[in-house]
């Protein structure tokens, strides 16, 4: 079996960093501004779309599962 793509392990290291709700996401953006290089925002802001469009493909790859199987998930 293959490890952890680069990719994957940075996915988990957001979701790590972001599960913590007591993180003001509003002054995490406020400290990036002044920190991080433009790119790096862009490149941000690319990964957020892409998580976006992912979901929803996955919601009608869901949808069209259950109509498949008369309303029943497979999941």
Known sequence: ???KTNEEKAALK?????????LD???LGFYLAR???QAIITRMHEV???A???CDRIEQ????????NN?????
């Open 1 to 3: 079996m293959f490890g």
């Open 14 to 22: 957001i979701i790590s960093l972001l599960s913590d709700f007591m």
């Open 52 to 54: 976006y469009q992912e």
């Open 25 to 27: 996401t509003k002054m």
């Open 71 to 75: 309303g029943h998930t497979l999941f």
């Open 35 to 37: 920190v991080a290089p």
């Open 61 to 68: 790859v869901k949808q069209l599962r259950e109509d498949k």
């Open 48 to 50: 957020a779309e892409s």
